[in-house]
Each structure stands twice: as structure tokens, then as C-alpha cells.
């Protein structure tokens, strides 16, 4: 078995399409759109196979507390493929004005990780 894709909701459909495709290569599938739930999504594929799909819906909002912090989906992890490519990608996101929640390092579980927030304060886990 394996996870076949994780999705979230977005506010801003493009913009966050936009933010996956350019630093982690995501390709898109076509957008699709349910005129009768006013639901859109797209399905972002990563060069292995794994997929995030994001979804936007009007009437689906924001729930109190901080995101990562309150029930349901506290991060998910890319990984990069090396340490040197971790903190790469950290630099990166700190250049283009990306908040980092967490500096590059080795956690007590021996992941080599930094932490990110995407564009809508999704955690991301940046690994090897």
C-alpha cells in the first residue's frame, strides 16, 4: 500500500499551483471544476509519482487556531534528496521571502529536515 495523494484547501488555486510547480517541479493535471459546488482543484504530481491535489471552494474557510496546530494535517514532508539541497532550498525560500519555521538540522528522529510555510501557511518539511 501506499498513500496515493494528500490534498488541501487553498484560497488561492493559480497562485498556489504556481508556488508547487516552481520549487518542486510539480507537473499539473488539467483543472477541474464543478460548476454546481462551485469546486475547483488540481492534481500536482512530483518526478516519483506522489501527488498533492489542492482544492479551492468559496465557502470553505479558515478554522481557528494556527495551521500545523490544531486537529487534522500538521505537515507533510518533500524530500530533496540531500542535505546540501535541504539547505539550498532553505536559502531559496528565505531569498524569496518565504517564512522558515524551522533551520536546516538533524531532529531527534534522524530526519536531516528544515521547515517551511507555503504561501497559505502550510508546514512543509523540507528532507533529504
Excluded at 77 to 100: C, N, P, R, Y
Aim: charged share 25%; glycine share 8%; hydrophobic share 35%.
Amino acid at each position: 500500500m501506499r498513500i496515493e495523494h494528500i490534498a488541501i484547501w487553498v484560497n488561492d488555486l493559480e497562485g498556489m499551483k504556481n508556488f508547487y510547480h516552481k520549487y518542486f517541479n510539480t507537473q499539473s493535471g488539467e483543472k477541474y471544476f464543478n460548476e454546481k459546488k462551485k469546486f475547483s482543484s488540481y492534481f500536482l504530481s512530483f518526478e516519483n509519482g506522489a501527488r498533492l491535489e489542492i482544492m479551492h471552494r468559496p465557502d470553505i474557510t479558515e478554522q481557528l487556531g494556527q495551521k500545523g496546530l490544531i486537529n487534522g494535517l500538521a505537515h507533510f514532508a518533500i524530500s530533496v534528496g540531500s542535505k546540501e539541497k535541504v539547505d539550498q532550498m532553505t536559502e531559496l525560500f528565505k531569498t524569496d521571502g518565504f517564512e522558515v519555521i524551522g533551520e536546516p538540522r538533524t531532529t531527534g528522529d534522524g530526519y536531516y529536515e528544515s521547515v517551511i510555510l507555503d504561501p497559505e501557511a502550510n508546514q512543509i518539511e523540507i528532507t533529504v
